[in-house]
């Protein structure tokens, strides 16, 4: 399993243990120099958008992977968390579906999430 690979499959455990909806994995790095991977998930509100947040922060950072730049606070509907060559998004659900990553992001190739989850 590459590096990438190890982040983005601890970013979605981490993610599933907190119970964050519809985790999506998409696989960019074919279409972007950005990051090699997004990693998007939803909560029902901003106290389960902030513990998805803090639950992935943990869980890589006890792995060694710090985060290079975290956008977005305490109260936001939005927290984009990048890693360098993983990029996670937390939203809340209506945010999610107003901004519409997938639709924007559809070049790259959509992965089962279940598989990072193994």
């Known amino acids: 399993m590459s590096r990438e690979q190890e982040m983005t499959s601890l970013a979605c455990k981490a993610l599933d243990e907190k119970k964050g909806q519809d985790i999506k994995v998409i696989d960019i790095h074919e279409v972007s120099v950005i990051a090699d991977y997004f990693v998007i998930a939803s909560g029902s509100n901003q106290?389960?958008?902030?513990?998805?947040?803090?639950?992935?922060?943990?869980?890589?950072?006890r792995a060694g992977f710090e985060p290079k730049q975290?956008?977005?606070?305490?109260?936001?509907?939005?927290?984009?968390?990048?890693?360098?060559?993983?990029?996670?998004?937390?939203?809340?659900?209506?945010?999610?579906?107003?901004?519409?990553?997938?639709?924007?992001?559809?070049?790259?190739?959509?992965?089962?999430?279940?598989?990072?989850?193994e």
């Open 70 to 117: 975290i956008e977005g606070s305490k109260n936001s509907s939005w927290v984009l968390m990048d890693y360098g060559d993983l990029i996670v998004h937390v939203f809340d659900e209506e945010n999610r579906l107003f901004y519409d990553l997938e639709r924007i992001w559809r070049d790259g190739k959509v992965l089962d999430a279940k598989e990072f989850l």
């Open 47 to 61: 106290n389960q958008v902030q513990a998805l947040v803090d639950n992935v922060e943990e869980k890589l950072g």
